[in-house]
């Protein structure tokens, strides 16, 4: 059974910096690509970032150069550093790990820009 648990969203000013992460259960090498997904209020959920083979990354248009995500093998764990936050970046932001023909999601952690 695979456990993918977000944290790190908060409450923050335009501007501001957040790093969520995403632990996820046993090794992280089972999984071939994992990535961030965000749902915006009343909209439909999008891709933020994926990562495949710990080092290649794609990024959506809307976030590059601000967002970067990353692996930490040894603590199991995925980022999101987010920086320059922007109202428009309030989202529930979903983890998301790939694994044979299984995909894997996590609760989802709340980050709100707001002044």
């Known amino acids: 059974q695979v456990q993918l648990v977000e944290s790190g969203g908060d409450f923050v000013q335009p501007g501001g910096f957040l790093r969520p992460s995403c632990a996820a259960s046993?090794?992280?090498?089972?999984?071939?690509?994992m990535g961030w997904y965000s749902q915006a209020p009343g909209k439909q959920s999008g891709l933020v970032a994926t990562?495949?083979?710990?080092?290649?990354?794609n990024y959506a248009d809307s976030v590059k150069g601000r967002f970067t995500i990353s692996i930490n093998n040894a603590k199991n764990t995925m980022y999101l550093q987010i920086n320059s936050l922007e109202p428009e970046d309030t989202a529930v932001y979903y983890c998301?790990?790939?694994?044979?023909?299984?995909?894997?999601w996590g609760q989802g952690t709340q980050v709100t820009v707001s002044s």
């Open positions: 998301n790990a790939a694994c044979g023909v299984h995909d894997y």
């Open positions: 046993g090794n992280i090498y089972r999984f071939y690509a």
């Open positions: 990562i495949t083979g710990v080092v290649r990354t």
